[in-house]
């Protein structure tokens, strides 16, 4: 019998917590709750975007920079809604 599974490191299990966050703000419009401020996404974004940089600092192999360019590009289509939003 093996023991029991090791849980995610902390920033992967922090990684994982902001992206939830992010897909429960945009799921709530879609089940008729009120649209979630855009500055609060890009917010949870940019901090799980910091916690993938640290991540790759620790672990080599995790470095995705056409990840991160995503999800930048992703961050300025955000901020250019809110600014066009009023």
């Known amino acids: 019998m093996s023991g029991p599974r090791p849980g995610p490191d902390p920033l992967t299990a922090v990684s994982l917590l902001l992206l939830?966050?992010?897909?429960?703000?945009?799921?709530?419009?879609?089940?008729?709750?009120?649209?979630?401020?855009?500055?609060?996404?890009?917010?949870?974004?940019?901090?799980?975007l910091v916690v993938q940089i640290l991540r790759a600092q620790r672990r080599p192999e995790l470095k995705r920079p056409a990840a991160w360019a995503f999800d930048l590009l992703l961050i300025g289509l955000l901020l250019w809604v809110a600014a066009n939003r009023g």
């Open 20 to 48: 939830v966050g992010v897909a429960v703000l945009l799921l709530v419009p879609l089940l008729g709750g009120p649209l979630p401020s855009p500055y609060l996404v890009v917010g949870l974004l940019l901090a799980r």
